[in-house]
């Protein structure tokens, strides 16, 4: 038996969804997290401060009792989407963070953010007053293969962007290419990556080889075998530029299991036992702590948290179920395909 025990972490990109599937959802972060940013692709989005407002109380009334929960709430960056609410938001400590997602890049996404040109008085805004941005970083055109849109959304917006407002803080959200994350560790200030846990365990092949995997289906989709392998040298190099975002996104399994299904898979149940195992086969698991607990609050400006968590490595399996029952339906937890060892206890 092996105990690490590390600053109770945070989620720093998590979607909790709303009515029954938030209430089927949010025990299994609120059981390991301390806080999580809360994704607003809803539907309608959560676009103002008072949608924001509005969402925060649905979501503190399903946290269940005796969970010390904070959902640190984001705002749906749209070409309509008020300076000033926004500022306002900030003041008063409810948002944040904002999120731009380019039109059509993913779920929920209609109503993003066609040409950066027309958020850039809420970008001039932001910057001035510090509060950052969080990018899902691909490029929507059909004529860019879906494996290459991270890195042509670096050359084409993120890079001009930076230039263009250097004193925004920019969060590059679940960074899934070697390109993203040498872009990250170029950059000095206002720029940091978070990156999922399903990311440094699957690659492309998870989801195409030996039939259509549609539960290893999320967006920025996994990529090739080399780009893993940079994620996971970056998750666990201690650099304080990255940071856990799990991403973890429950849809029902007749929306995953169908002839379009939806991107997104659900890693909240299991993903402390799982960066526990990828930590570990790095040799690096005194760069978790770093990882899940202290460089996101860092990068966000708050606290580490207090509390703490203890990891333990057991020898018989640690099961996990394969799906949970929401009151909105079954939903498949993420399966990364070797058995786990480290509980959280
Ligand atoms: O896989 C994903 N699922 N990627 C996203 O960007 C959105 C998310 C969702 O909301 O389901
Ligand atoms: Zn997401």
């Known amino acids: 038996m092996q105990d690490l025990v590390i600053r109770r972490p945070d989620d720093w990109h998590l979607h909790l969804r709303d009515g029954d599937m938030l209430r089927g959802v949010i025990a299994d972060t609120s059981r390991h997290f301390a806080r999580a940013i809360i994704m607003p692709n809803l539907v309608p989005p959560v676009v103002t401060s008072a ?20 959902p640190l709430m984001t705002l749906y960056l749209t070409a309509g989407t008020s300076p000033d609410d926004v500022e306002a938001g900030h003041k008063s400590g409810l948002v ?29 805004r932001m910057a001035k007053i510090g509060l950052p941005l969080c990018v899902h970083g691909e ?49 000095k200030a206002n720029l940091a990556g978070s990156i999922t ?25 996994a990529k090739r075998e080399n780009h893993r392998l940079a994620l996971r040298a ?53 760069k978790l702590e770093a990882f899940a607990s202290l460089n996101g609050p860092a990068w966000y400006g708050v606290p580490a948290n207090d509390e703490t968590i203890t990891l333990r490595k057991q ?24 058995p786990l060892h480290w509980a959280v206890v």
Request: charged share 25%; net charge negative.
């Open 139 to 187: 490029v929507t055109s059909s004529d860019v293969d879906i494996f290459d849109r991270e890195a042509v959304f670096i050359e084409t917006v993120l890079d001009p962007l930076r230039k263009r407002l250097p004193e925004l803080k920019l969060t590059m959200e679940h960074v899934t290419t070697k390109d993203g994350v040498d872009y990250i560790k170029t950059s």
């Open 234 to 286: 970056a998750a666990t190099s201690g650099d304080a530029r990255f940071f856990l975002g799990t991403d973890s996104a429950p849809h029902v399994d007749p929306l995953k299991e169908c002839a379009c299904g939806c991107a997104g898979i659900y890693t909240s149940i299991n993903t402390m036992s799982c960066l526990a195992h990828v930590f570990e086969e790095e040799n690096a698991l005194d």
């Open 315 to 338: 020898v018989d399996a640690v099961s996990y179920p394969a799906k949970i029952d929401t009151g909105a339906g079954p939903v498949t937890v993420f399966d990364p395909m070797f």
């Open 197 to 221: 846990t399903h990311h440094l365990i699957i690659n492309r092949n998870a989801i195409l080889v030996g039939g259509i995997k549609p539960h290893y289906y999320c967006l920025p989709v």
């Open 96 to 124: 944040k963070a904002v999120k731009l997602y380019p039109a059509g890049a993913t779920t929920n996404s209609h109503s993003g953010v066609r040409n950066i040109d027309e958020a850039m008085p809420v970008l001039e």
């Open 51 to 70: 949608d924001a407002a509005a969402y925060r109380e649905r979501i503190v009334a399903a946290i269940p009792a005796g969970d010390r929960f904070e």
